[in-house]
């Protein structure tokens, strides 16, 4: 199955967004757990190689008026397109290279990661240094994380 990743938007038919409700009748209402997906998924609705979270109120799983806030997927299950490129097999001396073409800027958070800089999406590598998962985050979640920083500037400020 084939998967096109849109940093701004979602992967696939999943976009960011989107409730909880609606992604079940896109993919289904039969959960799949995996062990690489951890633990604490309340927020979550997970799926061979796919791992959906949401934000909003759930209790032991998503509501269905939750909204998908981020969205992390397995290349060796998928084939994955990024900027019409199928990057499933790629290494990530290949994906820095693809990075570098686009002029994305990112940084290594260790050996194994790989985390864009301006757009919320992160490349995560095995053992061999070939792409085992890409997560994908809501810019919106970003401005959020940003907008909680500047009003806690401002308190901060007044406090004075």
């Not at 038919?13 to 998924?41: P, Q």
């Not at 799926?47 to 269905?64: A, Q, S, V």
């Amino acid at each position: 199955m084939e998967w096109v990743i849109d940093p701004l938007s979602g992967i696939g038919n999943i976009k960011f967004g989107d409730t909880a409700k609606s992604v079940k009748e896109l993919c289904g209402s039969e959960l799949c757990y995996e062990d690489w997906m951890g633990g604490n998924l309340e927020d979550s609705l997970f799926y061979k190689g796919l791992l959906i979270g949401f934000r909003g109120k759930h209790d032991d799983h998503p509501n269905d008026d939750s909204e998908v806030s981020i969205i992390l997927i397995k290349a060796s299950i998928y084939e994955l397109i990024l900027w019409q490129e199928i990057i499933s097999n790629f290494s990530k001396k290949q994906l820095i290279t693809l990075l570098s073409k686009k002029s994305i800027r990112f940084k290594e958070l260790n050996n194994n990661t790989l985390q864009c800089t301006e757009l919320d999406i992160n490349f995560y590598f095995d053992h061999n240094l070939f792409l085992d998962k890409v997560s994908v985050a809501s810019p919106q979640r970003k401005k959020h994380s940003l907008l909680q920083k500047l009003i806690q500037i401002d308190f901060n400020f007044l406090r004075w």
